[in-house]
């Protein structure tokens, strides 16, 4: 299996990571604040049809040696559509993940992702417990997940993720716990978990703001709890072997998500679709935020790219330590990277929220990835 480099160089020559947005979904889930949500027919076409011409526009099909499909629901793509945007290509990957909606994953679809490269499957099942899925917007029984990662294992998919959220609406202890032994009985390679602070620009969160009822949003556990049910979920997931390497993501060692580690690494990667980030080591630029102004935009003969900024030492120094500080193994430091911090970085260090394994790397420690937001307000921002 593939263990990818913690410590990738940005150079002109490294291969970069290549990820394709498909903003389209079922249904829009009540916590969700991405650009993504249920659209017209009409639109999936004409963004497919822009999303392929943006991928054949450049070389980045042919060199990413990382493939990523997020969303939204890139699951809900049909093989055809996936040829389309991929250009035919029937290549091997590095490492080639779907996101995939539990309820979507069949022996076809299985079938049609490995035919195309795919290796890696994330599901986005967020809760086992049905009531906790459901307030959320999701429709799956933990039977039901069960049932398609064996259909992915019998496939020949031989990475599995799965997404958990700690924090939604009805969540109590028993049903963590209950989460966290499924992940235990499945024996995944690899578990993401997030903590929800719910976003005005959700309905769950414009729910909580209002003080009305919807959503469970009466009951959505505190701030304290949901930080307890994630340092819960660090203790189990560490004692089935799944290490912490990522502030939210835990990997058998070798699992990690070599794409992923590409953001973390300061490391080249191209974002194709709405709302989808690039970076190429010196210049960072994304596309328009929404999938009708992507598409308008392309139809009008415009450039994807809606914003871009050459990164200056400053921003450098911040965006690099700011993606490394996530990393378990922490941010390696240049000559500079802590000028003018001296008071703040002892002060962090007196709190035991970071620590310096070698003189030139920083990383969060255990207690400190609780904190992580504060340690980059201090360490990196004026
Ligand atoms: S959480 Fe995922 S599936 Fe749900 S609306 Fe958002 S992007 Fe779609």
Same mark, same amino acid.
């Given at each position: 299996?593939?263990?990818?480099?913690f410590?990738a160089?940005?150079?002109?020559?490294?291969?970069?990571?290549?990820?394709?947005?498909?903003?389209?979904?079922?249904?829009?889930?009540?916590?969700?604040?991405?650009?993504?949500?249920?659209?017209?027919?009409?639109?999936?076409?004409?963004?497919?049809?822009?999303?392929?011409?943006?991928?054949?526009?450049?070389?980045?099909?042919?060199?990413?040696?990382?493939?990523?499909?997020?969303?939204?629901?890139?699951?809900?793509?049909?093989?055809?559509?996936?040829?389309?945007?991929?250009?035919?290509?029937?290549?091997?990957?590095?490492?080639?993940?779907?996101?995939?909606?539990?309820?979507?994953?069949?022996?076809?679809?299985?079938?049609?992702?490995?035919?195309?490269?795919?290796?890696?499957?994330?599901?986005?099942?967020?809760?086992?417990?049905?009531?906790?899925?459901?307030?959320?917007?999701?429709?799956?029984?933990?039977?039901?997940?069960?049932?398609?990662?064996?259909?992915?294992?019998?496939?020949?998919?031989?990475?599995?993720?799965?997404?958990?959220?700690?924090?939604?609406?009805?969540?109590?202890?028993?049903?963590?716990?209950?989460?966290?032994?499924?992940?235990?009985?499945?024996?995944?390679?690899?578990?993401?978990?997030?903590?929800?602070?719910?976003?005005?620009?959700? /309905?769950?969160?414009?729910?909580?703001?209002?003080?009305?009822?919807?959503?469970?949003?009466?009951?959505?556990?505190?701030?304290?709890?949901?930080?307890?049910?994630?340092?819960?979920?660090?203790?189990?997931?560490?004692?089935?072997?799944?290490?912490?390497y990522e502030?939210?993501?835990?990997?058998?060692?070798?699992?990690?998500?070599?794409?992923n580690l590409k953001y973390w690494t300061f490391a080249?990667?191209?974002?194709?679709?709405?709302?989808?980030?690039?970076?190429?080591?010196?210049?960072?630029?994304?596309?328009? /935020?929404?999938?009708?102004?992507?598409?308008?935009?392309?139809?009008?003969?415009?450039?994807?790219?809606?914003?871009?900024?050459?990164?200056?030492?400053?921003?450098?120094?911040?965006?690099?330590?700011?993606t490394g500080l996530r990393l378990?193994?922490?941010a390696?430091?240049?000559?500079?990277?802590?000028?003018?911090?001296?008071?703040?970085?002892?002060?962090?260090?007196?709190?035991?929220?970071?620590?310096?394994?070698?003189?030139?790397?920083?990383?969060?420690?255990?207690?400190?990835?609780?904190?992580?937001?504060?340690?980059?307000?201090?360490?990196?921002?004026?």
């Amino acid at each position: 299996m593939l263990r990818p480099a913690f410590e990738a160089e940005t150079t002109p020559r490294a291969a970069p990571g290549l990820y394709v947005s498909f903003p389209f979904c079922r249904q829009k889930c009540t916590y969700c604040n991405f650009a993504s949500g249920v659209f017209s027919q009409d639109l999936r076409r004409r963004y497919v049809t822009a999303l392929a011409a943006e991928a054949a526009a450049s070389d980045t099909l042919d060199r990413a040696d990382t493939l990523y499909l997020g969303g939204g629901t890139p699951s809900l793509l049909t093989g055809e559509e996936l040829d389309e945007i991929l250009g035919g290509r029937r290549r091997e990957w590095a490492e080639a993940t779907v996101e995939a909606a539990p309820g979507d994953v069949t022996e076809e679809a299985a079938r049609l992702w490995r035919e195309r490269g795919i290796d890696r499957v994330s599901l986005g099942v967020q809760s086992f417990d049905r009531r906790v899925a459901a307030a959320a917007g999701r429709k799956h029984s933990a039977e039901q997940v069960e049932q398609e990662i064996s259909i992915l294992r019998r496939a020949g998919v031989e990475r599995i993720s799965v997404d958990l959220i700690a924090g939604l609406a009805h969540q109590k202890e028993a049903d963590w716990e209950e989460s966290l032994d499924w992940i235990e009985r499945l024996e995944v390679e690899h578990a993401s978990v997030y903590m929800l602070d719910a976003d005005d620009d959700s /309905r769950l969160g414009a729910e909580i703001r209002s003080e009305g009822g919807r959503y469970g949003a009466r009951d959505v556990p505190s701030d304290d709890q949901t930080a307890d049910f994630y340092e819960r979920a660090i203790e189990r997931l560490a004692a089935m072997g799944l290490e912490h390497y990522e502030i939210s993501n835990f990997a058998r060692p070798g699992c990690e998500s070599a794409h992923n580690l590409k953001y973390w690494t300061f490391a080249p990667y191209v974002g194709v679709g709405s709302d989808a980030h690039s970076f190429d080591g010196a210049e960072r630029w994304n596309n328009a /935020r929404m999938a009708s102004e992507y598409v308008a935009r392309w139809e009008r003969g415009e450039l994807a790219a809606a914003e871009r900024e050459t990164l200056d030492a400053v921003r450098r120094r911040q965006d690099r330590l700011l993606t490394g500080l996530r990393l378990r193994a922490g941010a390696p430091l240049e000559p500079g990277d802590l000028d003018g911090r001296e008071e703040a970085l002892e002060q962090l260090l007196q709190k035991g929220w970071v620590e310096r394994p070698e003189p030139q790397r920083l990383r969060l420690t255990s207690s400190g990835v609780l904190f992580a937001n504060e340690v980059f307000l201090e360490l990196l921002f004026e």
